[in-house]
């Protein structure tokens, strides 16, 4: 294998846990269907390495990384695992079983990265501290994101380069018999992740729907673009029939009006959408055991915490010392929680809260 190849092979896992992108990463490029598709097209077969990284995302089926534990890198057992199916022509099975233990040390990194990030929540708060919006994001993205590039490219680097040689080797010398087992075990592997799916669908109400989609599936022969389409139909009925109103928040969550005089602005739709957009790339740029998405959710924040006292350092740091306390949600529902619960007087447009105005968040 090249350094090239091996250098790409290394960003792409660097690109899967990174905080760029929209968040695709995180939830998309992360998942080794993914991964190992993108893997395939650098190496040169991508059709192998969707199959194989479908494979290995079925032994993850019911991943979920809940309070910061991560069962196991599937990022790393999806771009690692194709890597070696490939480069060594490994049958899909044995690349599964081996792609495993790759999982698993990657969860050393995870740790060491959620360990050390909490230095860099001492530097934030002495900026909170002094209301220093300007610089928030050097340490809720820069440096964090330069720990996690040195974190993740040098192992994966490593493996891929000088791993996959050594491997054919191992394998060649242990022979058919383990590798026998090792395939066998991979075989079986799938079973576990669609049980931990079967476990999530059967507590609630969507097994009716599980069952209706097998029905669909099985006896009507719908094709799975079909099915995804009528899932969305049905679901848009199911929440019509459960008096859930679509579009309900509306151009009022934004503004009121008062009297023909004045106008209670409560934020300008621009900085609400920056918010959003921080929230969405950066809620987990600064991932720690100490505060979760704590500096996430202070700098998703800052436009607002701006756009209210741009002049007034005592109120900014008032607010981010509030907001970058421990806080931990899910990430692309997290995105409904920074929302401000209060209108604010003062002159039309400006966003500028009035006297006797006091801004409130809810946590």
Not at 264 to 274: E, G, N, S
Not at 330 to 343: F, I, M, V
Request: charged share 10%.
């Amino acid at each position: 294998m090249s350094i090239l190849t091996a250098t790409l092979l290394s960003l792409l896992y660097f690109w899967g846990n990174s905080a760029f992108v929209l968040g695709v990463n995180w939830w998309t490029v992360m998942r080794p269907l993914v991964s190992g598709f993108l893997a395939g097209v650098i190496l040169g077969d991508p059709v192998k390495g969707a199959m194989v990284g479908a494979q290995i995302n079925i032994l993850y089926l019911g991943f979920i990384g809940a309070g910061g534990a991560l069962p196991s890198d599937i990022c790393l057992a999806g771009v690692v695992g194709t890597t070696i199916a490939i480069t060594g022509n490994l049958p899909v099975e044995t690349a599964m079983a081996l792609a495993v233990p790759v999982g698993l040390l990657g969860t050393i990194i995870w740790v060491v990265k959620m360990t050390v990030n909490t230095a860099w929540v001492r530097i934030a708060e002495k900026m909170s501290a002094k209301g220093d919006t300007r610089y928030y994001w050097i340490p809720n993205i820069v440096l964090p994101q330069l720990l996690l590039f040195l974190m993740s490219f040098i192992p994966c680097f490593l493996m891929v380069y000088f791993g996959t040689d050594y491997l054919k080797s191992a394998i060649q010398f242990l022979g058919e018999n383990i590798v026998g087992v090792l395939t066998t075990i991979g075989g079986m592997l799938p079973a576990v992740g669609i049980a931990l799916t079967l476990k999530s669908i059967f507590k609630g109400e969507s097994v009716v729907f599980f069952f209706f989609g097998f029905l669909l599936v099985q006896y009507f022969g719908l094709d799975m673009i079909s099915l995804g389409f009528s899932a969305v139909v049905f679901t848009l009925i199911y929440m019509q029939l459960k008096g859930h109103k679509l579009g309900a928040m509306g151009g009022s969550l934004f503004e009121t009006e008062g009297n023909n005089e004045n106008k209670y602005v409560l934020l300008d739709k621009k900085t609400i959408r920056k918010s959003w957009l921080r929230w969405i790339m950066f809620n987990q740029a600064n991932y720690n055991y100490e505060r979760m998405q704590g500096t996430g959710f202070c700098h998703a924040m800052v436009p607002v915490i701006n756009k209210l006292y741009p002049d007034n350092a005592g109120k900014r740091a008032e607010l981010m010392q509030n907001h970058m306390q421990f806080f931990n949600t899910e990430p692309q529902w997290g995105g409904l929680y920074h929302w401000p619960d209060g209108c604010f007087g003062g002159e039309e447009g400006t966003g500028v809260p009035g006297d006797n105005q006091e801004y409130h968040h809810i946590h």
